[in-house]
């Protein structure tokens, strides 16, 4: 299968040339030339194991590797979750599933596309020679699942920058106590935002990155949003016969990834009939599902911290399929969203979509809600999906992040919070990390003293 560019410029490209690249040189996101009808076989056998089922999906995808290859890859990504579903469907009540994507090493649904990425990188680094350093910046999950997908693998180091003080004290530990010597946590004083205008300033610098070899932990790279499409189908295979008609996905939503993913496995035939986009108070995804209008707003920090986005990177391959892949209007949207700030979509359609938006008020009243009716916790990004829920047909609700990851937040809601074994170990473990003035001349710096 080929790839080709939102935006329509340079020549379709291989599955490993798209994961290579990540964004297109016109700037614009690839997506698959044409998205295949999914096997039939698929949707009917119960619930294959994870990594057969992404084997099965990925194939279709993937000319690169050969199919032996890619069940190495794959066996390698996924192998190291701590339930042996990987993805378990949990029912709550008559129509009401949980989808728990938080059973990978960082304990949130991000290791799903990150775990694959990591392997991908080892895989060309085998094959080309070629050793790279990945250089990002997180706000929490992004970071510590990027970490794990690479902890350990040879010929890779990570450069991972983040706000001193900014993050939660576990989501620190997820970075600083791997014990692997080829990852290097950077905090620095400031925000998100400095940390990320850092790393955008030096990945800029085209000469530097040549010489350093430095590669992203790209939130747009079209092998994340694969990676996260095998789990709807899972979910799907997970449900009760009686449950699998008038289906609604509900997910927590920010850069539009992961509710993205789910909505290409429809166009290839998995039978849903809703996404409901769930956002918290920055909510102008909301706010575009039920107006066709694309307005940033300033950012505001909330108790789904994952989710304070504004513009929604991965809404540009939505975007391109609303215009029935047609790339030119796409980039004409895109220029005009860049001049003007905000686009108005014509003739918007998105009946297969409807959206919530969640105050940090309604995010510890559905954590307690949930406790209450159902027995079961969740975390406070989880906690969106559960906003005006109508049970008249069957809701599955994707839980992104282990509950464990947010105390303070969960306590606050319930008064306990409770806890994982992977995090209490990391409690007692020797935090290594790098502290970096904030700035990019200092980082550069320490780059040039560090790279591998
Ligand atoms: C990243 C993240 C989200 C948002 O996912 P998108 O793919 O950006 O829409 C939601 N919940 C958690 C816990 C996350 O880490």
Same mark, same amino acid.
Request: with cysteine; charged share 20%; hydrophobic share 40%.
């Given at each position: 299968?080929?790839?080709?560019?939102?935006?329509?410029?340079?020549?379709?490209?291989?599955?490993?040339?798209?994961?290579?690249?990540?964004?297109?040189?016109?700037?614009?996101?690839?997506?698959?030339?044409?998205?295949?009808?999914?096997?039939?076989?698929?949707?009917?056998?119960?619930?294959?194991?994870?990594?057969?089922?992404?084997?099965?999906?990925?194939?279709?995808?993937?000319?690169?590797?050969?199919?032996?290859?890619?069940?190495?890859?794959?066996?390698?990504?996924?192998?190291?979750?701590?339930? +042996?579903?990987?993805?378990?469907?949990?029912?709550?009540?008559?129509? !009401?599933?949980?989808?728990?994507?938080?059973?990978?090493?960082?304990?949130?649904?991000?290791?799903?596309?990150?775990?694959?990425?990591?392997?991908?990188?080892?895989?060309?680094?085998?094959?080309?020679?070629?050793?790279?350093?990945?250089?990002?910046?997180?706000?929490?999950?992004?970071?510590?699942?990027?970490?794990?997908?690479?902890?350990?693998?040879?010929?890779?180091?990570? &450069?991972?920058?983040?706000?001193?003080?900014?993050?939660?004290?576990?989501?620190?530990?997820?970075?600083?106590?791997?014990?692997?010597?080829?990852?290097?946590?950077?905090?620095?004083?400031?925000?998100?935002?400095?940390?990320?205008?850092? @790393?955008?300033?030096?990945?800029?610098?085209?000469?530097?990155?040549?010489?350093?070899?430095?590669?992203?932990?790209?939130?747009?790279?079209?092998?994340?949003?694969?990676?996260?499409?095998?789990?709807?189908?899972?979910?799907?295979?997970?449900?009760?016969?009686?449950?699998?008609?008038?289906?609604?996905?509900?997910?927590?939503?920010?850069?539009?990834?992961?509710? &993205?993913?789910?909505?290409?496995?429809?166009?290839?035939?998995?039978? @849903?009939?809703?996404?409901?986009?769930?956002?918290?108070?920055?909510?102008?995804?909301?706010?575009?599902?039920?107006?066709?209008?694309?307005?940033?707003?300033?950012?505001?920090?909330?108790?789904?911290?994952?989710?304070?986005?504004?513009?929604?990177?991965?809404?540009?391959?939505?975007?391109?399929?609303?215009?029935?892949?047609?790339?030119?209007?796409?980039?004409?949207?895109?220029?005009? &969203?860049?001049?003007?700030?905000?686009?108005?979509?014509?003739?918007?359609?998105?009946?297969?979509?409807?959206?919530?938006?969640?105050?940090?008020?309604?995010?510890?009243?559905?954590?307690?809600? @949930?406790?209450?009716?159902?027995?079961?916790? @969740?975390?406070?990004?989880?906690?969106?999906?559960?906003?005006?829920?109508?049970?008249?047909? +069957?809701?599955?609700?994707?839980?992104?992040?282990?509950?464990?990851?947010?105390?303070?937040?969960?306590?606050?809601?319930?008064?306990?919070?409770?806890?994982?074994?992977? !995090?209490?170990?990391?409690?007692?473990?020797?935090?290594?990390?790098?502290?970096?003035?904030?700035?990019?001349?200092?980082?550069?710096?320490?780059?040039?003293?560090?790279?591998?």
């Amino acid at each position: 299968m080929d790839f080709v560019s939102t935006r329509g410029g340079g020549e379709p490209v291989s599955f490993n040339e798209a994961f290579a690249r990540g964004l297109a040189p016109d700037g614009g996101l690839y997506v698959p030339r044409h998205l295949p009808l999914l096997p039939q076989t698929i949707l009917v056998e119960d619930a294959l194991p994870y990594a057969a089922l992404a084997w099965d999906f990925l194939s279709l995808f993937d000319s690169d590797h050969d199919s032996e290859h890619l069940v190495d890859i794959i066996d390698r990504s996924y192998g190291d979750f701590s339930d +042996t579903m990987n993805a378990p469907l949990q029912q709550l009540a008559d129509n !009401l599933f949980v989808l728990e994507l938080f059973h990978g090493p960082s304990l949130s649904f991000k290791d799903f596309g990150l775990q694959l990425i990591g392997s991908l990188f080892e895989d060309q680094i085998e094959r080309t020679g070629v050793s790279i350093n990945v250089l990002g910046a997180t706000s929490g999950d992004t970071g510590a699942a990027a970490i794990h997908g690479l902890a350990g693998k040879k010929g890779a180091k990570v &450069f991972v920058l983040y706000p001193e003080g900014r993050i939660s004290e576990l989501q620190e530990r997820q970075m600083t106590c791997t014990g692997a010597d080829n990852i290097y946590p950077i905090p620095i004083q400031g925000t998100f935002d400095d940390a990320q205008a850092i @790393v955008k300033e030096l990945m800029g610098d085209l000469a530097f990155k040549e010489e350093m070899r430095l590669s992203a932990i790209n939130s747009i790279n079209v092998v994340r949003i694969l990676a996260q499409c095998v789990y709807y189908i899972h979910a799907f295979t997970q449900l009760p016969p009686d449950n699998r008609d008038d289906i609604s996905f509900v997910v927590p939503t920010g850069n539009f990834g992961n509710i &993205f993913a789910g909505w290409m496995v429809h166009q290839m035939g998995l039978p @849903v009939d809703r996404f409901v986009v769930a956002t918290n108070q920055n909510d102008i995804l909301y706010r575009l599902f039920n107006s066709g209008e694309y307005k940033p707003d300033a950012v505001r920090p909330s108790h789904a911290p994952s989710m304070d986005i504004q513009v929604a990177s991965n809404f540009e391959r939505f975007l391109y399929y609303h215009n029935e892949k047609n790339a030119k209007a796409t980039m004409a949207q895109m220029d005009q &969203f860049k001049a003007d700030g905000s686009i108005k979509i014509p003739n918007f359609n998105a009946s297969n979509f409807a959206a919530t938006r969640s105050t940090d008020e309604d995010i510890l009243k559905n954590i307690r809600l @949930v406790k209450e009716k159902y027995d079961y916790i @969740v975390d406070p990004h989880t906690a969106c999906g559960f906003q005006d829920l109508d049970l008249s047909s +069957t809701h599955v609700i994707l839980a992104t992040a282990h509950p464990a990851k947010f105390p303070d937040t969960i306590r606050k809601a319930i008064g306990e919070a409770p806890t994982d074994p992977a !995090l209490e170990k990391l409690k007692n473990k020797e935090q290594v990390k790098y502290p970096v003035a904030a700035t990019a001349a200092a980082v550069r710096q320490f780059l040039k003293e560090n790279a591998i």
